[in-house]
């Protein structure tokens, strides 16, 4: 009896190892281990042995026959199903790939792109760049610039100072003209430059004003300049900026740096104004102290806030909106 065991264990494993999915597996281990498969009627013939013993031990070796073939059918079955779910992934994966959006480009921000407009504008009227640093000495934001020490219109800026050297010796720039001295005591005129960059006051920010901001300076050094030839470049800047419906006005002011000085201000096509910043003829002062002879020399200076104008390009109604990054803001242009 023990061979009969063993041949029909062996058969139900071999038939097992040959079951290539979980349905044949389950069909192959119903017709071994089943009531009527050839294990369980070895099990009734048990009843035939003369002996209890005999019983017993035949009993025993045909259980574990049949453990036998039930543990090799549960590991060829997760063998079996884990085949089948890799193969039915691998059918219903999708390749989204196949689905592309169009790629969408962003932009530069608005100040960035009004910067390098108005670059190109006076580089096509023949001006250079220039930079400074953004961290200046008390000499190049104030002293160079016709406002000694203690001078009252040092209280014109709301100034930054930094933590270095003698106290009040160095300040985060309030305006870009410090760039004019450091221009004009490294360059022999004639000077035709435009210096854009960040400046710093210490404001509160409102739909006009942000204590970081950015401005564009412009300084011309020659023989025989005059009022004339600064109108003249501000209202040729501010077409080709704008566009033909707009012009600009000049009115009276104080700068301690130009005399004399005026505020620009630009017409709006509604006939409404703008200011947009402020210049003058260089004082002589100013020519003295970078070393320029004011017998010989005569220049003229403006500055104005480029991000005024990007709000004013764009139709912005709050300068803080176009430093939110707020992503809904940013689509629009
Ligand atoms: C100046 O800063 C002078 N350096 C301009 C100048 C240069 C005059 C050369 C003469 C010769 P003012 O402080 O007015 O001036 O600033 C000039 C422009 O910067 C303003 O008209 C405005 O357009 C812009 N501006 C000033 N403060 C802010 C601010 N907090 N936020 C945004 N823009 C500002």
Redesign the pocket.
């Known amino acids: 009896m023990i061979d009969d065991i063993s041949s029909a264990r062996d058969a139900a494993l071999a038939a097992l190892s040959l079951a290539a999915t979980v349905d044949a597996l389950d069909a192959v281990v119903g017709e071994h281990l089943g009531k009527r498969g050839p294990l369980s009627s070895l099990k009734a013939r048990l009843g035939s042995l003369p002996t209890v013993d005999e019983k017993k031990a035949m009993g025993q070796v045909l259980n574990e026959a049949m453990q036998s073939v039930a543990a090799a059918a549960d590991e060829r079955r997760a063998l079996l199903a884990a085949v089948e779910r890799r193969a039915r992934l691998d059918g219903e994966r999708m390749d989204l790939t196949e689905y592309r959006r169009p790629a969408r480009r962003g932009h530069a921000h608005l100040v960035t792109e009004a910067w390098e407009r108005l670059e190109d504008v006076f580089v096509g009227l023949g001006f250079k760049v220039a930079e400074g640093p953004e961290i200046e000495t008390d000499w190049y934001n104030f002293e160079a610039l016709n406002m000694p020490p203690s001078h009252p219109a040092r209280s014109?800026?709301d100034t930054l100072f930094v933590d270095h050297g003698p106290a009040g010796s160095t300040v985060l720039r309030?305006?870009?003209?410090p760039v004019?001295a450091r221009v004009m005591t490294t360059q022999e005129p004639p000077i035709y430059v435009v210096a854009p960059g960040r400046v710093f006051?210490n404001?509160t920010a409102d739909a006009?004003?942000?204590?970081v901001?950015h401005?564009i300076?412009g300084l011309v050094v020659d023989r025989g300049i005059s009022f004339a030839d600064l109108a003249g470049t501000i209202e040729a800047f501010t077409r080709a900026f704008f566009g033909p419906g707009f012009t600009s006005r000049l009115r009276p002011s104080f700068?301690p740096?130009?005399e004399p000085?005026a505020e620009f201000d630009i017409r709006r096509p509604d006939g409404s104004w703008l200011?947009?910043?402020?210049?003058?003829m260089v004082h002589p002062n100013v020519l003295a102290s970078c070393g320029i002879d004011p017998e010989e020399w005569s220049g003229f200076?403006?500055?104005?806030?480029i991000?005024?104008m990007a709000k004013e390009y764009h139709g912005v109604d709050d300068?803080r909106e176009m430093y939110s990054n707020d992503i809904r803001f940013i689509e629009q242009f």
Do not use: I, K, V, Y
């Not at 309030?174 to 003209?177: D, I, N, P, R, V």
């Not at 200076?301 to 806030?305: I, K, Q, T």
């Open positions: 014109m800026w309030t305006h870009t003209s004019q006051r404001e006009t004003h942000m204590p901001f401005q300076e700068f740096f130009t000085s200011e947009l910043g402020g210049c003058g200076a403006f500055g104005f806030g991000d005024r300068l």
